[in-house]
């Protein structure tokens, strides 16, 4: 088995582009997937799942020009953990997909 995410949703929010040296891209993005199910009286469930993404180099750079708020996009690449400490010295910790792959739909 390996680590593989894929995901289809709309972008939450414009992605935050940062260009690094050397001329590297990372861009910063949340997207949405929802799904739909019945209960069994028949009750519509909608529920949406918020998931952080983050693109290194060449995805990056396909995001800067081509996606925004509320564009609906395909992505596959991998889930990672890391924790930080953050300015009052707690840990903090951030699950994210890591693209590999994307798709403008």
């Known amino acids: 088995m390996r680590n593989k995410v894929q995901l289809i949703g709309n972008v939450g929010q414009d992605p935050e582009i940062k260009n690094l040296e050397g001329g590297k891209k990372v861009a910063h993005l949340t ?7 019945y209960k069994e009286n028949g009750e519509k469930v909608e ?3 918020w998931h ?3 693109a290194w180099g060449k995805p990056a750079e396909i995001i800067e020009k081509y996606v925004t708020k509320g564009k609906e996009v395909a992505i596959e690449g991998k889930l990672t953990h890391r924790s930080y400490d953050d300015k009052n010295g707690e840990k903090r910790y951030i699950t994210e997909v890591i693209v590999k792959e994307i798709v403008l739909i």
């Open 31 to 37: 997207l949405a997937t929802n799904e739909v199910y």
């Open 47 to 49: 529920q949406t799942e």
């Open 52 to 54: 952080r993404v983050t």
